[in-house]
């Protein structure tokens, strides 16, 4: 069954690249049905990829091959949560390893212009902490990172 409602995400010529590197390195992702222009059109030629059906966690997107005019902003992201250091390390490093840059706070941009949050579980559990003052440190911790380091933040937490 198609889903009701799919994130488009634009590439310029790279959705079959994006959607399979995403696939290999994010858990429950795959490339589903590669769609081929029937016609030659502004940005390619007849038979070239136009879209990709592909899920990332689980989320269902289509890459359109719609050209040069439009880039991706970090208004959109995708937010990972991660359960463990390993986990963080080896997704931010793939991302990052694979022509991407980093960012702040556990942001990084991925080499066709995405922005992904790298979001350790214990980030989260750490900035809603009834105790506000543990939650402070935590932030602020982390306001001074790229990656995030769950070891650093849970002792920022402890105080």
Request: proline share 4%; charged share 20%.
């Amino acid at each position: 069954m198609v889903a009701k409602n799919t994130i488009c995400l634009w590439f310029n010529g790279t959705a079959l690249d994006a959607a399979q590197f995403y696939a290999a390195t994010f858990p429950d992702s795959a490339v589903g049905a590669i769609h081929r222009a029937p016609a030659d059109y502004p940005a390619g030629k007849e038979g070239d990829v136009l879209t990709v059906e592909f899920t990332v966690a689980g989320i269902p997107c289509l890459g359109l091959n719609g050209g040069p005019g439009i880039t991706h902003s970090i208004a959109f992201s995708f937010q990972i949560a991660t359960d463990d250091q390993e986990e963080t390390d080896r997704l931010w490093n793939a991302v990052v390893g694979n022509g991407g840059q980093e960012s702040e706070c556990g942001w990084c941009q991925d080499k066709w212009g995405l922005s992904w949050q790298i979001t350790p579980r214990a980030l989260t559990a750490a900035f809603t902490d009834p105790d506000r003052a543990a939650a402070q440190r935590a932030f602020q911790a982390m306001m001074g990172m790229k990656k995030i380091d769950i070891a650093t933040i849970e002792a920022a937490r402890r105080g």
